[in-house]
């Protein structure tokens, strides 16, 4: 069994001090010896930045189902940062492979709330503004882009645990239809599948 990541891209750059060896070497180790169970990691950045008697590491990892996880760490020296930083990558991976992982979550029929809908005839207050007996509700529009990703409905939630998005819009591997992955207020997660 592989227990350490072979031929992994790292890129360590470091700001306002130059980089040697022996730096570079350790933060090589301590983000080859990261668990490969999952995610398998791609590639690696490593930002390391001395600012004033301030060490600050931050280390970026790009992993396989389009995962980025990225964690930051000020510490009383440059190798102390780094491996409160590696420790909190691990932390991080962990609890999100253990959640995704646990065996007493509830059916997914039972966990799908629906949600009552509404429609809105726009051609009726388009063509006739000032004969609309009530005025619609304002609706308030972010635009984002966002990119839609084929992919099974574990990865979702393991995309979801990762990044500081509401929910995961994304392409079902298993059935083709779009499906929406979000946490409810109760901790547990929902989906709702989009059908065109």
Same mark, same amino acid.
């Given at each position: !069994?592989? @227990?350490?990541?072979? +031929?992994?891209?790292?890129? #360590? @750059?470091?700001?306002?001090?130059?980089?040697?060896?022996?730096l570079?070497? *350790? #933060? *090589?180790?301590?983000?080859?010896? $990261? *668990? $490969?169970?999952?995610? %398998?990691?791609?590639?690696?950045?490593?930002?390391?930045?001395?600012?004033?008697? %301030?060490? &600050?590491?931050?280390?970026? $990892?790009?992993c396989? +189902? *389009?995962? =980025?996880?990225?964690?930051? =760490?000020?510490?009383?020296?440059?190798? /102390?940062?780094?491996?409160? =930083?590696?420790?909190?990558?691990?932390?991080?991976? %962990?609890?999100?492979?253990?959640?995704?992982?646990?065996?007493?979550?509830?059916?997914?029929?039972?966990? &799908?709330?629906?949600?009552?809908?509404k429609?809105?005839?726009?051609? @009726?207050?388009?063509?006739?503004?000032?004969?609309?007996?009530?005025?619609?509700?304002?609706?308030?529009?972010?635009?984002?882009?966002?990119?839609?990703?084929? !992919?099974?409905?574990?990865?979702?939630?393991m995309?979801?645990?990762?990044?500081? %998005?509401?929910?995961?819009?994304?392409?079902? /591997?298993?059935?083709?239809?779009?499906?929406?992955?979000?946490r409810?207020?109760?901790?547990?997660? /929902?989906?709702i599948?989009? +059908?065109?």
């Open positions: !069994m592989q @227990t350490a990541n072979v +031929n992994l891209p790292i890129t #360590v @750059t470091v700001r306002h001090e130059q980089v040697t060896d022996a570079r070497d *350790h #933060v *090589h180790k301590k983000i080859e010896g $990261l *668990h $490969l169970d999952y995610p %398998r990691i791609i590639e690696a950045k490593a930002i390391l930045d001395v600012q004033k008697n %301030r060490f &600050i590491a931050e280390i970026i $990892l790009y396989a +189902n *389009h995962i =980025t996880i990225e964690a930051h =760490t000020e510490g009383k020296d440059m190798y /102390a940062a780094i491996d409160e =930083t590696i420790e909190k990558i691990a932390r991080r991976m %962990r609890k999100h492979k253990t959640r995704l992982l646990k065996k007493n979550r509830p059916h997914r029929n039972e966990s &799908i709330r629906y949600l009552d809908e429609y809105f005839q726009e051609d @009726t207050v388009l063509d006739h503004p000032e004969t609309s007996e009530h005025d619609p509700e304002p609706l308030i529009v972010h635009p984002d882009r966002y990119a839609v990703k084929t !992919m099974y409905k574990e990865d979702a939630v995309q979801l645990e990762l990044s500081d %998005r509401p929910f995961v819009l994304y392409k079902s /591997a298993r059935r083709g239809c779009l499906t929406i992955v979000y409810r207020k109760d901790g547990e997660y /929902a989906s599948d989009v +059908n065109p």
